[in-house]
Nanobody
Framework: QAQLRESGGGLVQAGGSLRLSCTGSGHTFSSESLGWFRQAPGTEREFVAVISWSGVSIFYGDSVKDRFIISRDNTKNTVYLQMNGLKPEDTAVYYC????????????????RGQGTQVTVSS
């Protein structure tokens, strides 16, 4: 059974950095796009970033552009999200997803989705 598992979340002070990882099992994701989303309490799930299978095409949500970096290691079946310059408004559960059928900006388009990892940024 294919699964995605996020790790690396935690508590960090504003201005700090965290690196999230998402590793797949039961399926090889090397030929599929991988994305990150986040959801804060009381809000809709928000697109954060997506990376194509080759790593050549990368897109970011406006709120994280110039602060976050998405990357992948296909030999490890893993996608990363390096988060720098963290702000309290970045506090959310972060989810990874793979293999979008439609728009890569929409969570529902992805065929594989993780359970999330909590990121809390204190002011």
């Amino acid at each position: 059974q294919a699964q995605l598992r996020e790790s690396g979340g935690g508590l960090v002070q504003a201005g700090g950095s965290l690196r999230l990882s998402c590793t797949g099992s039961g399926h090889t994701f090397s030929s599929e796009s991988l994305g990150w989303f986040r959801q804060a309490p009381g809000t809709e799930r928000e697109f954060v970033a997506v990376i194509s299978w080759s790593g050549v095409s990368i897109f970011y949500g406006d709120s994280v552009k110039d602060r976050f970096i998405i990357s992948r290691d296909n030999t490890k079946n893993t996608v990363y999200l390096q988060m720098n310059g963290l702000k309290p408004e970045d506090t959310a559960v972060y989810y990874c997803a793979a293999d979008p059928d439609g728009s890569w900006k929409h969570w529902e388009s992805y065929n594989y989705r993780g359970q999330g990892t909590q990121v809390t940024v204190s002011s």
